[in-house]
Every structure is written in C-alpha cells, then in structure tokens.
C-alpha cells in the first residue's frame, strides 16, 4: 500500500519551490524537502533554504551532509583524471546530481516514502542522472517530476506561486544557479542562444580583488592538502582557494556540448577552485609522471568524466578506472605556484622531490651527462629504421 509521502529534492529555487506548492495542491501529498549539501552551501544559506521550504508549506526539511563522501568518492578522480569536458567544463554540476541522487535516494528508502520529486525539465541531463540513480537504488519509488511533465517555462512557475500566496522576484529568477563545491553553473535567456554572452551580473561571484596575487598549493599523492604553507583537508582546501580565486573572476566560461538525450545544450558556469586545481595538478604531473602514464591517463580521465557526465557512475568499469588513476597518484606530490589576475591566472612553477627535471641525467637544450654524441647517433638510426623500410618497400613498388 502506498502512503502520501513524497520525498522532494529542494535547493530553494524557483523550480523546486513551485514542486512544493503543485505536489501539496494538485497532489494533496505530504512533502518531505531535502537539500543534499555537497560543499556549495554555507550554514547560513543551509538556514535560509530550510525556512523558505517551511514558508512553502512542507511537511518537514532535512539537509544531508555529502560534501567529505562526494569529494572521497567523484572529485578526487576528476582531479586525478585532470578532467575538462570538451576541455572546457569541470564537470561541476554533472558530478554533484550523481552524488545528491544517491543521498535523497537512501534519504527516501530510510523514511519510507512512496514518492520521490525532482525539479528537472524534460530538455536537460539532470532528468536522466536522477532518475537513473533513483530507479537503481530505490526502483519500488515513484518518481514524480512536475516540471518535465507540465512543460512549465519559468514565467509560469512564479505565475503558480503567486497564486498560491507566494511571490518571487523575476529579475533575480531570470538566472538558474546551482551552486556546489566543484563550482557554479548559470543559466539564463543568454545561454539559450548560440551567440550571446552571459552578462556580468548573472554570476554570482563578482570581481573584486584588481591586484595580483602569487598562491601556493601542496599537493599529496595528486590531492590537494594546502594553501600558502598551510595544511589543510582536500575540501577545506578547495573552499579556501574558491574564496581568494573567486574574487578575481577566473574561472568563467560557457560551456557547449551534447546532452545525454542528443541535443546540444549551452550553459554558463564559475569555477574558480576546479579550474586552478585543475590546472595545478595537470602542471606538476608533467614533471612527475613518465610519458606513457600521461598519455595513458588523459585517455582514462576523459572516458571518466564522460561517464560521470552520461550518468555511469554505477557501471562496474568506473572503479576499474578509478584504481588506475589513484595508482598514477603515488609521486604526485610537491607545490604549484600560481599568479592570479582578473580573469586569469598564470601557472610559475613547481617544488617537488619527485620532479623528473631534477635527474643528473642532463638538461634539456643544455647539457648531456649520461650519453654521448656517439649514443644518440646510433640511436637515430635504428629509430629511422621502420620508417626507411616502408620508404624503400613502397617506392620500390610504385
């Protein structure tokens, strides 16, 4: 027998405030909102979230704490993996519906809910990536999705709101923000274009800090455990570079590419922490790594990331993937150093015991020390070799 609970994914924002209201009056369901914290939330924001949902009339809010277990389990790879979608995209809102999926699932399993709600829309991947997940974990659920089903555009969301009692201010709901530890993506009229550049009011972080800055980031075993000389726990770590970085305004982009479904989607975002990470530990395993692990890595990262983003977290080669690229981590440790400037940033240098440059073997344009001309000269030739038999085979034949 099924019951009238309902388990409501809630950030707070337009589409899932306008879930609680239709879920309440056209569903006559018991609401139960839950916000997943993955790190994007301050205690303050988390207060602020849980009182609006009381205002909209839920039945009762809970926050779930994910924020250590979604760095553990998705970011620590996406660092590993150096991963970029379309070498451009942190992957930041991909990631964290895989993680908040799992946590309002084993949320809804525990309360004993016969429904479960998202806010997605029927043009987008979060749709595929909760329910996918909810039908994995929890198949006996309903899922519940106004928003897709009723094809609502945002004009007719804050229409519904008002007339249940509840009024929002459509300038600052022309944007959609999802805000999380790896990042901040940004919709809005804008990105459904193909031409038109997010203006810059629509991101939330705007720029501050004019004069440049040099900051240092310790990395151990390829995770990053400091800032400026002090030790810090990998989410902490993040936290702290996104507060300095975030002030320069770097880490904007707009990122293009294929959704799950087959269209081409288009969405704004911020990511200043992911980005100079990112980049941070891609510099340090140039100088740590062999070639081979480099090369071989690339190609494991981005298959990652686009599993990640196709919603695959539970297909069994993900952890396959996932031991190869913790094992590359062993020697990637030792500091970056990074300059920031509005919008920008420029990457120094790097300390480290495992740097490959540091060998007594020689000096690249410099100086040999471990072979001799004589060496490199019998070397060549024998490279030549399958190269000047294909030459001499197919010229032959010509």
Known sequence: MKNNKVVLAFSGGLDTSYCVKYLTH???????????????????????????????????????EQTNAYYNNIIKYLIFGNVLKNNTYPLSVSAERIYQAIALAEYAKKTGASYIAHGSTGAGNDQIRFDLIFQLIVPEIEII????????????????????GYEIDWKKAQYSINKGLWGTSVGGAETLTSHQPLPEEAYPSPLQEKESKTISIEFKNGEPVGLNGKELTPVACIQQIEAIASKYAI????????????????????????TLIIKAHHHLEKHTLSKWQQHWKEQLGNWYGMFIHESQYFEPVM???????????????????????????????????????????GEYGEMNKNWSGDDVKGFTKILANSMQIYNHVNKKND
């Open 26 to 64: 056209e569903k006559n369901l018991e609401v139960h909102s839950a916000i997943v914290n993955t790190g994007g939330f301050s205690a303050e924001e988390l207060q602020e979230i849980e009182e609006k949902a009381y205002v909209l009339g839920v039945k009762q809010h809970t926050t779930l």
């Open 145 to 164: 999705t106004p928003i897709r089903d009723l094809q609502l555009s945002r004009k007719d969301e804050i229409d519904y709101l008002a007339k249940h």
């Open 251 to 274: 880490g904007r982009d707009i990122h293009v590419g294929d959704t799950i479904i087959g269209i081409k989607g288009r969405v704004g975002f911020e990511a200043a922490a992911s």
């Open 319 to 361: 952890r396959n993937i996932e031991t190869f690229l913790e094992e590359t981590q062993q020697n990637v440790s030792g500091t970056v150093f990074i300059e920031l400037h509005p919008y920008r940033f420029v990457i120094q240098g790097i300390e480290s015991k495992h740097d490959l440059m540091t060998s007594d073997f």
